[in-house]
């Protein structure tokens, strides 16, 4: 019986007994050879995010966290046409020749450590090249040399961390020229992601598979409290999101709010606070089709204005998101709140006064446009005035997407404006009497 038709066997075997609760002693009944190709067979414990998407790709991207199991992803794929094409020739391209040969090859889940021994490929470090005993052959490659891979040519390439490469594009292109043997040459390409444009392009190609993958999906094979520890330094922040959970952040050109004045402003937590308000945006509408109600909470202490919580939601009737700011008043102890009356007039403090009639409330109205509302609010973060106690990923998008026509994607800056009218009410405005519940 051909060889993969063994392991397809074992691997339909094993998922059998597991359904039936007798795995463990299916295993116990294999042979030595027989557990041996189980544990090789990358199909049966890859997730599904490591596994080669369906489709006509040219080129598989994956973007993920540290540790996500990219470099496995990685070095299991070349593995697979390596055994698979004994005239398969391979692109290994890293930022550096030391990234191919320690994270690449001799990594923790580099090259030779997928192999068994018998089919592990010949490293010859001094000629950049791995030779695998059925005849496939690698070559390494560093990002630094674009021309390098000028003549070369290629039938696959493995392209590691391509948001770090400092001559990306034309790394990049040479490579592309390369890729020229074989039925379908294809490329995939591992990154932890970053805004830089070879990537945006790749992301906007129609023949580029994209997979994710976090940090938290390989939580079994990292260090015990590893992702716990991160989460808590880093959830929801720039980084965290980025080499936490693999998503592509990035700024817009003309955005009011810099990302980088964001993150500069960010606490653990408030001092003592003088003021307390929670600012309500009220949607237009109501249902699940209606615009956001923006719900923000901030303090004010010795002049800065501390960002404490942003309790906004989609799709709320009146009732529920006049409970869902009353509960967050209450929740933080707040002086006042405040609610636009732009859309709803009285209707507004009516709903509100419903659910708490002594509630301390100021109806505020627009008389101009959101850009010009939020001007002054951004020269405060510029300031270094107003600062996030902990993160707040929704609202920090919007704010970084908020530019002179609104949001990239049209829609209410629903969040935002609430984070304006708060920050407004306690820095900008006249300030309003300190009065607690009684």
Same mark, same amino acid.
Not at 194 to 212: F, G, S
Not at 275 to 292: F, K, L, N, W
């Given at each position: 019986?051909?060889?993969?038709?063994?392991?397809?066997?074992?691997?339909?075997?094993?998922?059998?007994?597991?359904?039936?609760?007798?795995?463990?002693?299916?295993?116990?009944?294999?042979?030595?050879?027989e557990?041996?190709?189980?544990?090789?067979?990358? !199909?049966?414990?890859?997730?599904?995010?490591?596994?080669?998407?369906?489709?006509?790709?040219? *080129?598989?991207?994956?973007?993920?966290?540290?540790g996500?199991?990219?470099?496995?992803?990685? /070095?299991?794929w070349?593995?697979?046409?390596?055994?698979?094409?004994?005239?398969?020739?391979?692109?290994?391209? #890293?930022?550096?020749?030391?990234?191919?040969?320690?994270?690449?090859?001799? +990594?923790?889940?580099?090259?030779?450590? *997928?192999?068994?021994?018998?089919?592990?490929?010949?490293?010859?470090?001094?000629?950049?090249?791995?030779?695998?005993?059925?005849?496939?052959?690698?070559?390494?490659?560093?990002a630094?040399?674009?021309?390098?891979?000028?003549?070369?040519?290629?039938? #696959? /390439?493995?392209?590691?961390?391509? #948001?770090?490469?400092?001559?990306?594009?034309?790394?990049?292109?040479?490579?592309?020229?390369?890729?020229?043997?074989?039925?379908?040459?294809? !490329?995939?390409?591992?990154?932890?992601?970053?805004?830089?444009?070879?990537?945006?392009?790749?992301?906007?190609?129609?023949?580029?598979? *994209?997979?994710?993958?976090?940090? #938290?999906?390989?939580?079994?094979?990292?260090?015990?409290?590893?992702?716990q !520890?991160?989460?808590?330094?880093?959830?929801?922040?720039?980084?965290?999101?980025?080499?936490?959970? +693999?998503?592509?952040?990035?700024?817009?050109e003309?955005?009011?709010?810099?990302?980088? &004045?964001?993150?500069?402003?960010?606490?653990e937590?408030?001092?003592?606070?003088?003021r307390v308000?929670?600012?309500?945006?009220p949607p237009?509408? !109501?249902?699940?089709?209606?615009?956001?109600?923006?719900?923000?909470?901030?303090?004010?202490?010795e002049?800065?204005?501390?960002?404490?919580?942003?309790?906004s939601?989609?799709?709320?009737?009146?009732?529920?998101?006049?409970?869902? /700011?009353?509960?967050?008043?209450?929740r933080?102890?707040?002086?006042?709140?405040?609610?636009? /009356?732009?859309?709803?007039?009285?209707?507004?403090a009516? &709903?509100?006064?419903?659910?708490?009639?002594?509630?301390?409330?100021?109806?505020?109205?627009?008389?101009?446009?959101?850009?010009?509302?939020?001007?002054?609010?951004?020269?405060?973060?510029?300031?270094?005035?107003?600062?996030?106690?902990?993160?707040?990923?929704?609202?920090?998008?919007?704010?970084?997407?908020?530019g002179?026509?609104?949001?990239?994607?049209?829609?209410?800056p629903?969040?935002?404006?609430?984070l304006?009218?708060?920050?407004t009410?306690?820095?900008?405005?006249?300030p309003?009497?300190?009065?607690?519940?009684?």
């Amino acid at each position: 019986m051909p060889e993969a038709d063994v392991t397809e066997r074992l691997r339909g075997a094993l998922r059998e007994a597991a359904a039936r609760g007798e795995a463990e002693a299916l295993l116990r009944a294999l042979s030595p050879g027989e557990l041996t190709r189980l544990e090789r067979d990358w !199909a049966l414990w890859a997730r599904g995010a490591q596994l080669p998407p369906p489709g006509d790709w040219r *080129v598989w991207l994956i973007l993920g966290g540290r540790g996500a199991g990219k470099t496995r992803a990685g /070095a299991e794929w070349v593995r697979s046409l390596a055994l698979s094409d004994k005239a398969a020739r391979i692109a290994l391209v #890293a930022e550096t020749f030391k990234d191919a040969r320690e994270v690449m090859v001799e +990594g923790v889940s580099g090259l030779l450590s *997928v192999h068994g021994a018998e089919e592990r490929p010949r490293f010859l470090s001094s000629r950049h090249r791995l030779e695998w005993p059925g005849g496939a052959v690698a070559e390494l490659f560093s990002a630094e040399d674009p021309e390098a891979l000028r003549g070369p040519q290629f039938s #696959a /390439a493995w392209c590691d961390e391509v #948001a770090k490469w400092a001559k990306g594009r034309d790394t990049w292109d040479m490579l592309q020229f390369g890729l020229r043997l074989g039925a379908r040459p294809r !490329a995939l390409a591992t990154t932890t992601p970053r805004p830089v444009p070879l990537l945006k392009e790749l992301l906007a190609r129609p023949d580029v598979a *994209v997979t994710r993958m976090a940090t #938290a999906e390989n939580e079994g094979n990292l260090a015990t409290g590893f992702v716990q !520890a991160m989460r808590a330094r880093y959830g929801g922040t720039r980084l965290g999101r980025q080499e936490l959970d +693999g998503e592509l952040i990035e700024d817009r050109e003309d955005g009011l709010f810099p990302r980088a &004045v964001i993150e500069a402003a960010r606490v653990e937590r408030a001092p003592e606070l003088a003021r307390v308000v929670v600012a309500v945006d009220p949607p237009a509408g !109501a249902g699940a089709t209606s615009d956001a109600c923006g719900i923000v909470a901030a303090g004010e202490a010795e002049g800065a204005v501390y960002v404490l919580a942003d309790a906004s939601a989609r799709g709320l009737r009146p009732d529920a998101w006049a409970r869902r /700011a009353v509960e967050l008043y209450e929740r933080m102890k707040a002086d006042r709140l405040v609610a636009e /009356a732009n859309q709803g007039g009285e209707m507004v403090a009516a &709903v509100l006064r419903q659910v708490d009639p002594g509630l301390p409330l100021t109806l505020v109205h627009a008389t101009r446009g959101k850009w010009l509302r939020a001007e002054p609010v951004a020269a405060l973060y510029e300031q270094g005035r107003v600062r996030h106690v902990g993160a707040f990923p929704e609202l920090e998008d919007e704010m970084c997407d908020f530019g002179p026509g609104g949001l990239s994607g049209g829609g209410s800056p629903d969040r935002l404006d609430a984070l304006v009218w708060a920050v407004t009410a306690l820095a900008l405005g006249r300030p309003e009497p300190r009065v607690r519940r009684l």
